[in-house]
């Protein structure tokens, strides 16, 4: 070893204590004839004084920033303490030292507010990643990984790999594939996720599934995705949902005990796809904070148990509601008396290309008890307290309203609360709060294609009421714009998707195992016979040999550590992650590769 | 819940609870009016019983093996107990049942001993999956995973996810490629292993690293190898030989005492490179056992410290002897009473292409103290017994002696003492037998290329008192027949292989972390400066920011199970296993793909 103690474990108790410390020079610090330095390692920072003697051979061999360096002395508990770090009560008094490597001067400082750019931080990944800030996020996400462990396999979970070179199926997201050498003409695919191979070992009899595990996904990639990302992958088998919301809302309760000190003790929420959508404008609310969206108008046929309140706007000849497919409020408390120039703001932000809004309206509750609004000559200050009541408004809120084409207001309206949540300060990063969202509908519908689309996936079972409906009736649509009359439209799924503040955690459902309904759900997505048996003929033949029922979940683990963390960008809490280009700038990869190889795999380039 | 408890749960104290069990169908059995079933899951198998009423019902609804069931009933303890299994004080006296899956009749019998061949086996393997001999080494393996992160949690190690998508750079074995769509025209390749991550970890500070991770090679499979393989990977910062050492076989044991219950307390043997070569005639030697190699000759230059004995076998005329690079006896125990046909079956064994030896001499050294040997017109019974002394055989052992080329015959030798091992039942599944194998060469040979071939791999450090040398000679070499006069030839690796009853379960080095170094290892091995950036310009710019000294392991995870399974296939400790052709033929897989991801990925075939 060259060390005897870490440069974070040192304390006043070990004075006149004799120790070797290794690490990095982190700041130097020269005072006459003697020199301090500060030597940090993943464990901490411990000062080292260097004397008249030693301090002369800097001047043939200055030491530089993150030098490596190994030095041995005694423990000295310091006159001049600091509080602000652990080994702030002492300081080694060096009587040899050696630097271990030399190190260039790194082209950003290794500090929590580091000046270096995104680019080069990630270019010079392994220096980034010397900084604290990333280091506590890396240490969180091993945290998070031993904690969710430990649960599982005290719940009696079994840790089965999964293969990662498996056949291409691509179902919705495109799959890498891997050309195989040996087998000429074919190839191999990275696994989305290890989906079929969990259910196959339910049909093993291993009722207690689960990985940590990378899957791939070969998507345009927006801000925040990876090609590879990792997963919390569970499955069961003899359990309905309400088995499955247990045992992991169990999971993420642990995490946050054993990770954050967090005893979350309450009930997690529940909240239906239907009613988030109504009342959040979106299936993955974030429920810190309220502002639930007045639902003015009802638009077709897509909420079947829900109510518009149309009558609060009807009948002024305000032609925007009048012809708006859907109008939507929200009240967005204490912002009564924003200005002129602050309404217009939040317009303009609506109309931004993002959002796509034409306009805004709003109605603002002074506190006097009086009502002002944007649309005063359509409607009397009587009908603008109502609508304002009916928003769930107090005197001194404003009452923000969006009207157009319902996917799009929606959409618009769920955004700008989010935005105005944010900027009340209502979505606060420690606090945190789950939420179930269920009864999902199995199926979109895929206009341009003439086709249903799993909304979760394939496997996915309907709920078993509807079993029948499904089985019995003919997927095919004559007149694809009548998808909502067709009674697939209204088939609930035995899915599960859990939030945390608004964003997707994990998601997960209970499973088909009847062959006869996995077949009718892949001939409604459009797979003849054919297809079915060359991509999934694995699958429907175990389903021959005495599948259980079974179900699972599946846990984005970078987002769920990210969001632990406090943070919003998933690449934060990713030891080597590669950027939107799904390039690895540190590695300048991926690269061209040999015509040697070429040959060997049997295949060419194709450049358009 | 389909169950109230599992089919390894109730014992008699349960008696007269009411239950419901849920599993497969392992037998059913008809006397008369009742029918008993053993119902089987993963925890164990319960006995049930269907009294008349119920029975009534198979008549139209018959159950069937694998049948998946669900029932309710009573415990009952049983007046015919059976002793053989946990639950066998007890039944299950069934008052309601439902059938919760049929199963087709399966392919094999889901038993220990079951009539499937390995094909069918593959094929199915979600039924193979169910076989209790598969999933007791499928729960070995979690078991080990378990322990061994248990172990280096506590020492402080962090488990970091190393990215899969990396940059193709193949030095020895081939890298899988995958097209990359956003960048036309380039590749990412899988991981042959984290080497290059895990040092860019220790740069970083992380000091103690781990990670039980695929890694993928594509190889010509032999007999037992796997495509895609699972380290255990681990890297450590300020560390030397001996510390990497004392932590890792802590890890093993840790193991055995967790999975096997096994304390082993005794410390590791350790033995050079050169002793294992000299000794046993390879490097992974078998030491539950003895039988060590007498070098009756010495071959040129190659084992530098060692003295052969050839004036044992010199001056007798025996052409065979004097006309080898080298000749090697074992004394084989308790076999001096071979019959001519045994002796005869021994050389045809030799002789066998896979041992490619031109025959066999033996001595047999009888327990009357007379010396019998077929080459008796060329030695005398002194010369015999000189010999047999020195191979350290006793009265009724069998002396066995090859002769030939240096690597083959070693290898020979080394095959032969394995092969009489086995027979005479030294190498007992049941003992485990630790070592380190030290010393290594740095480097190999490759005459065909004439370059230098990093015999552990490129970023291996040489002994310290060795680095000047390599520093200070030019590796290239005009004769390619005298390379073992080059200073090269002599410098020892600082690595080390952790051997576990004849088989390598680890390797790992003391890495180079000077840039210097780092380039003179890759110029040897005949790189140029462009190439060298290319392929690891980011090892080498870390290396400039103050790199510590590090070193590391990689355990192989698939055939450490195996061995603590007791067997010598991996393959029956992957839950989804590739053929020999690297095919999963249980999926199909690889094979063809879309004409669309051919366009997207602008690649297309370029078949031979």
Same mark, same amino acid.
């Given at each position: 070893?060259?060390?005897? =103690?870490?440069?974070?474990?040192?304390?006043?108790? =070990?004075?006149?204590?004799?120790?070797?410390? #290794?690490?990095?020079?982190?700041?130097? &610090?020269?005072?006459?004839?003697?020199?301090?330095?500060?030597?940090?390692?993943?464990?901490?920072?411990?000062?080292?004084?260097?004397?008249?003697?030693?301090?002369?051979? +800097?001047?043939?061999?200055?030491?530089?920033?993150?030098?490596?360096?190994?030095?041995?002395?005694?423990?000295?508990?310091?006159?001049?303490?600091?509080?602000?770090?652990?080994?702030?009560?002492?300081?080694?008094?060096?009587?040899?030292?050696?630097?271990?490597?030399?190190?260039?001067?790194?082209?950003?400082?290794?500090?929590?507010?580091?000046?270096?750019?995104?680019?080069?931080?990630?270019?010079?990944?392994?220096?980034?990643?010397?900084?604290?800030?990333?280091?506590?996020?890396?240490?969180? &996400?091993?945290?998070?990984?031993?904690?969710?462990?430990?649960?599982?396999? =005290?719940?009696?979970?079994?840790?089965?790999?999964?293969?990662?070179?498996?056949?291409?199926?691509?179902?919705?997201? *495109?799959?890498?594939?891997?050309?195989?050498?040996?087998?000429?003409?074919?190839?191999?695919?990275?696994? %989305?996720?290890?989906?079929?191979?969990? %259910?196959?070992?339910?049909?093993?009899?291993?009722?207690?599934?689960?990985?940590?595990?990378?899957?791939?996904?070969?998507?345009?990639? *927006?801000?925040?995705? !990876?090609?590879? /990302?990792?997963?919390?992958?569970?499955?069961?088998? /003899?359990?309905? %949902?309400?088995?499955?919301?247990?045992?992991?809302?169990?999971?993420?309760?642990?995490?946050?005990?054993? $990770?954050?000190?967090?005893?979350?003790?309450?009930?997690?929420? *529940?909240?239906?796809?239907?009613?988030?959508?109504?009342? +959040?404008?979106?299936?993955?609310?974030?429920?810190?904070?309220?502002?639930?969206?007045?639902?003015?108008?009802?638009?077709?046929?897509?909420?079947?148990?829900?109510?518009? %309140?149309?009558?609060?706007?009807?009948?002024?000849?305000?032609? $925007?509601?009048?012809?708006?497919?859907?109008?939507?409020?929200?009240? $967005?408390?204490?912002?009564?008396?924003?200005?002129?120039?602050?309404?217009?703001?939040?317009?303009?932000?609506?109309?931004?290309? !993002?959002?796509?809004?034409?306009?805004?309206?709003?109605?603002?509750?002074?506190?006097?008890?009086?009502?002002?609004?944007? $649309?005063?000559?359509?409607?009397?200050?009587?009908?603008?307290?109502?609508?304002?009541?009916?928003?769930? #408004?107090?005197?001194?809120?404003?009452?923000?309203?969006?009207?157009?084409?319902?996917?799009?207001?929606?959409?618009?309206?769920?955004?700008?609360?989010?935005?105005?949540?944010?900027?009340?300060?209502?979505?606060?990063?420690?606090?945190?709060?789950?939420?179930?969202?269920?009864?999902?509908?199995?199926?979109?519908?895929?206009?341009?294609?003439?086709?249903?689309?799993?909304?979760?996936?394939?496997?996915?079972?309907?709920?078993?009421?509807?079993?029948?409906?499904?089985?019995?009736?003919?997927?095919?649509?004559?007149?694809?714009?009548?998808?909502?009359?067709?009674?697939?439209?209204?088939?609930?799924?035995?899915?599960?998707?859990?939030?945390?503040?608004?964003?997707?955690?994990?998601? @997960?459902?209970?499973?088909?195992?009847?062959?006869?309904?996995?077949?009718?759900?892949?001939?409604?997505?459009?797979?003849?016979?054919?297809?079915?048996?060359?991509?999934?003929? /694995?699958?429907?033949?175990?389903?021959?040999? @005495? #599948?259980?029922?079974?179900?699972?979940?599946?846990?984005?683990?970078?987002?769920?550590?990210?969001?632990?963390?406090?943070?919003?960008?998933?690449?934060? +809490?990713?030891?080597?992650?590669?950027?939107?280009?799904?390039?690895?700038?540190?590695?300048?990869?991926? #690269?061209?590769?040999?015509?040697?190889? +070429?040959?060997?795999?049997?295949?060419?380039?194709?450049?358009?």
């Amino acid at each position: 070893m060259y060390r005897t =103690h870490t440069c974070g474990e040192l304390r006043a108790t =070990h004075s006149g204590n004799q120790v070797t410390l #290794a690490g990095w020079v982190q700041t130097v &610090r020269k005072f006459g004839a003697i020199t301090f330095v500060d030597l940090r390692d993943r464990y901490g920072i411990t000062q080292l004084l260097f004397g008249e003697d030693l301090n002369k051979e +800097f001047d043939e061999n200055p030491l530089g920033r993150e030098f490596v360096l190994q030095a041995t002395g005694t423990v000295n508990e310091r006159s001049n303490k600091n509080p602000n770090i652990p080994t702030g009560d002492i300081e080694i008094n060096v009587t040899s030292f050696k630097i271990l490597n030399k190190s260039a001067v790194p082209p950003f400082t290794i500090q929590d507010d580091t000046d270096g750019g995104d680019d080069l931080r990630m270019k010079y990944r392994f220096l980034d990643l010397r900084r604290n800030a990333v280091k506590r996020n890396l240490e969180l &996400r091993y945290a998070v990984n031993r904690a969710a462990r430990n649960y599982l396999h =005290h719940q009696g979970f079994m840790d089965i790999e999964t293969p990662f070179l498996i056949k291409s199926t691509p179902e919705g997201a *495109r799959d890498f594939v891997v050309p195989s050498r040996m087998n000429p003409g074919q190839f191999y695919a990275l696994p %989305q996720s290890p989906q079929t191979f969990k %259910q196959l070992l339910m049909v093993s009899g291993y009722d207690r599934y689960y990985q940590i595990v990378k899957c791939f996904r070969d998507e345009d990639l *927006r801000a925040d995705r !990876q090609p590879e /990302f990792t997963q919390i992958d569970c499955e069961m088998a /003899f359990v309905e %949902q309400e088995d499955i919301l247990s045992m992991f809302e169990g999971l993420i309760k642990s995490v946050f005990k054993e $990770v954050k000190n967090i005893d979350y003790t309450e009930a997690v929420e *529940r909240m239906t796809w239907e009613d988030a959508m109504w009342n +959040f404008g979106n299936d993955k609310p974030d429920i810190r904070f309220g502002m639930k969206l007045l639902n003015l108008k009802k638009p077709a046929s897509v909420y079947t148990s829900k109510q518009g %309140q149309s009558a609060l706007i009807d009948g002024a000849d305000f032609k $925007v509601f009048d012809e708006a497919e859907t109008v939507i409020a929200i009240a $967005v408390p204490g912002c009564s008396e924003y200005s002129r120039k602050q309404t217009d703001e939040l317009t303009e932000w609506v109309k931004r290309p !993002q959002i796509g809004m034409k306009g805004l309206v709003f109605i603002k509750c002074n506190t006097d008890g009086t009502y002002k609004s944007s $649309v005063d000559k359509f409607y009397s200050e009587e009908k603008l307290k109502a609508i304002a009541d009916a928003a769930d #408004a107090k005197a001194g809120d404003l009452v923000l309203i969006l009207a157009g084409a319902e996917e799009r207001t929606r959409k618009a309206v769920s955004e700008l609360r989010l935005e105005m949540g944010k900027r009340l300060g209502l979505r606060k990063d420690d606090e945190f709060r789950l939420l179930w969202v269920l009864d999902f509908p199995l199926f979109e519908y895929d206009e341009e294609g003439n086709r249903w689309v799993a909304r979760h996936h394939p496997f996915t079972s309907p709920k078993p009421s509807q079993i029948e409906t499904m089985i019995n009736n003919n997927p095919v649509i004559e007149n694809a714009a009548e998808y909502l009359n067709h009674p697939y439209a209204n088939i609930k799924a035995n899915a599960y998707d859990m939030v945390l503040n608004g964003n997707e955690i994990g998601g @997960g459902s209970i499973r088909i195992y009847q062959r006869e309904l996995q077949e009718k759900m892949f001939a409604a997505l459009g797979m003849d016979e054919e297809e079915q048996l060359h991509k999934f003929g /694995f699958l429907l033949g175990a389903f021959e040999y @005495g #599948a259980p029922p079974h179900g699972g979940i599946a846990f984005g683990f970078d987002r769920l550590c990210a969001i632990l963390g406090g943070s919003e960008s998933i690449r934060d +809490f990713i030891a080597f992650p590669k950027n939107n280009s799904g390039r690895d700038v540190m590695l300048d990869a991926p #690269a061209t590769i040999d015509e040697k190889q +070429f040959e060997e795999l049997q295949i060419k380039l194709n450049l358009k």
